[in-house]
């Protein structure tokens, strides 16, 4: 856990400057300036691109993480085996943009009646998926060599800016929304461009000559790669999907509060995406020495810790989640998606709590079958979606059960398989005793009124809720880690005179 901690808070902490610029941008300048259905588009050509890149990848990422172990050789470069990757990825690019070309009158006709707009800009989708496509590679590549910071850092921060930058000029009445639009993409492609310049710049260019052991287990890196894109696919077609079925059934008006709503939940996540980004590398090469012991303290450890920080989140928004709609712009119309803004933070605590399974299974031998699971997946999330939106009619809260439903059988389903083939789970006593204070402090804050301006009654609510929550946690002692942080911290200021 020693990188996990260190590089953990960097990335936590750049995590949160990006949330805190995305808040800025997604919940205050976007609602402020933009009408729902605009916002909806800003939405739904990110999350369109991310699985057009996913696509046209070819699974390059999920192959630099499971086996630049393998070919990491500086006096040799690598052995070409980053350029092996980035001319598969060329291929799935040329692949898929001819797809997405071809295939544009049947893809736009299910936007056309709700969601004419989107159709409108649709070939804004291809520059954006191959400039997210790039940073994939390039951020794998770098977190392969435990450099985790700087891409983070791009995405988080340069990206946000940029972002930011479009926004600002189009609220001056600089440019009008179709160029706004444009300076949109433009931004989106910065995160790639920045860590171009940084790996140049580090004299770290990964594009070498490919070396005959890259030929030699090609076929292996091949058969790894046809699954790895599927099972990625597979994932972003679950989180993404609830918006495209949002746009196509309902309008783009609705997806703006869905994805707002969305991204909010999002905070949630960000510690648990950090330990993500930087464990990965960790576990391949936990699977290489084939130490099991290590893998179940790091699998059950991991798990403990993201339950209780995600469980925090979940009480603090949940007990303030009035106060931020009366604080938004807007708020009344993006209040609508309350109850989405839940059950979406359900989906997220369950993901955060069963730890690191996907990461394990796709970086095992085993990988191969996680392609029925994104079958099952990606069946599922249609079905749901259709059923809950469609027939049901429940609307945007419908696109959220589907997505949790599947978010908790899926993950059920992966929490199976580690266990019945390596007897590997997460749950402790004290993951048990933690899940409990987490569920009575909740149901206590809830009962704590609205005071005063809403600015105010989420202070006076978020402290009640950080002392009660994190003092049980602490005396309780659920997390070794999370209680060793916490002591460092009172060293530090001289609340304790020395660690425990």
């Known amino acids: 856990m020693g990188i996990v901690k260190r590089d953990g808070l960097k990335l936590a902490l750049i995590s949160w400057a990006g949330l805190l610029l995305g808040f800025v941008n997604k919940v205050i300048f976007f609602p402020?300036?933009?009408?729902?259905?605009?916002?909806?588009?800003?939405?739904?050509?990110?999350?369109?691109?991310?699985?057009?890149?996913?696509?046209a990848s070819m699974g390059s990422a999920g192959l630099i993480l499971k086996f630049f172990p393998y070919f990491n050789d500086n006096a040799y470069k690598h052995h070409g085996f980053i350029s092996w990757v980035f001319k598969l990825a060329t291929i799935g690019s040329i692949v898929t943009t001819l797809f997405f070309l071809i295939f544009k009158a049947p893809i736009t006709h299910f936007f056309a009646e709700k969601s004419p707009l989107l159709v409108q800009y649709y070939f804004y989708i291809i520059p954006l998926g191959l400039a997210t496509l790039s940073y994939m590679i390039f951020d794998a590549y770098l977190r392969s060599q435990f450099d985790t910071v700087f891409s983070s850092f791009a995405w988080e921060i340069i990206l946000r800016i940029a972002t930011t930058v479009s926004?600002?000029?189009?609220?001056?009445?600089?440019?009008?929304?179709?160029?706004?639009?444009?300076?949109?993409?433009?931004?989106?492609?910065?995160?790639?461009?920045?860590?171009?310049?940084?790996?140049?710049a580090n004299k770290n260019l990964p594009f070498t000559k490919i070396t005959t052991k890259v030929v030699k287990y090609r076929k292996h890196l091949l058969w790894f790669a046809f699954f790895s894109v599927l099972s990625g696919a597979g994932n972003n077609f679950m989180l993404l999907i609830?918006?495209?079925?949002?746009?196509?059934?309902i309008d783009l008006r609705a997806t703006g509060i869905f994805t707002t709503v969305g991204?909010?939940?999002?905070?949630?996540?960000?510690?648990?995406?950090?330990?993500?980004?930087?464990?990965?590398?960790?576990?391949?090469?936990?699977?290489?020495?084939?130490?099991?012991?290590?893998m179940n303290k790091l699998y059950k450890n991991i798990s403990v810790v993201c339950?209780?920080?995600?469980?925090?989140?979940?009480c603090g928004f949940w007990i303030c989640i009035d106060e931020l709609f009366a604080l938004m712009p807007k708020g009344e119309i993006y209040k609508e998606g309350k109850y989405v803004f839940l059950i979406l933070c359900i989906a997220r605590l369950?993901?955060?709590?069963?730890?690191?399974?996907?990461?394990?299974?796709?970086?095992?031998?085993?990988?191969?079958?996680?392609?029925?699971?994104?079958?099952?997946?990606?069946?599922?999330?249609?079905?749901?979606?259709?059923?809950?939106?469609?027939?049901?009619?429940?609307?945007?809260?419908?696109?959220?059960?589907?997505?949790?439903t599947t978010?908790?059988?899926?993950?059920?389903?992966?929490?199976?398989?580690?266990?019945?083939?390596?007897?590997?789970?997460?749950?402790?006593a004290k993951f048990w005793a933690g899940l409990l204070?987490?569920?009575?402090?909740?149901?206590?804050?809830?009962?704590?009124?609205?005071?005063?301006?809403?600015?105010?009654?989420?202070?006076?609510?978020?402290?009640?809720?950080?002392?009660?929550?994190?003092?049980?946690m602490y005396g309780f002692k659920i997390s070794h880690d999370i209680n060793l942080s916490i002591n460092k911290f009172l060293v530090r200021w001289g609340v304790l005179k020395k660690l425990p």
């Not at 339950?307 to 979940?314: A, E, N, P, S, V």
């Not at 978010?407 to 402790?428: A, D, E, G």
């Open 307 to 314: 339950l209780l920080i995600g469980g925090y989140f979940f």
């Open 242 to 249: 609830d918006s495209i079925f949002v746009s196509g059934f």
């Open 437 to 472: 204070i987490f569920l009575l402090i909740l149901f206590a804050c809830m009962q704590i009124p609205t005071i005063g301006y809403p600015i105010v009654s989420i202070f006076i609510k978020g402290v009640i809720l950080t002392l009660a929550y994190w003092l049980c």
């Open 167 to 200: 926004i600002v000029l189009y609220a001056f009445n600089l440019i009008d929304f179709q160029w706004f639009v444009i300076i949109y993409v433009i931004a989106n492609c910065s995160a790639s461009l920045a860590v171009l310049i940084y790996m140049y």
């Open 32 to 55: 402020k300036y933009l009408e729902a259905d605009q916002v909806g588009l800003t939405a739904v050509l990110i999350n369109i691109s991310v699985l057009f890149a996913q696509l």
């Open 407 to 428: 978010v908790v059988v899926y993950n059920i389903m992966r929490l199976i398989f580690l266990y019945y083939h390596y007897k590997l789970q997460p749950f402790t």
């Open 350 to 404: 369950f993901d955060m709590a069963t730890g690191i399974n996907g990461v394990i299974v796709l970086t095992s031998k085993k990988y191969k079958y996680d392609l029925f699971f994104t079958i099952f997946l990606i069946i599922s999330t249609l079905i749901c979606n259709y059923i809950f939106i469609k027939i049901v009619g429940l609307g945007m809260n419908g696109a959220a059960i589907a997505t949790t």
């Open 263 to 294: 991204f909010v939940t999002a905070v949630m996540v960000v510690p648990y995406r950090a330990i993500l980004r930087i464990t990965a590398p960790i576990v391949a090469n936990i699977w290489r020495r084939k130490d099991m012991v290590e």
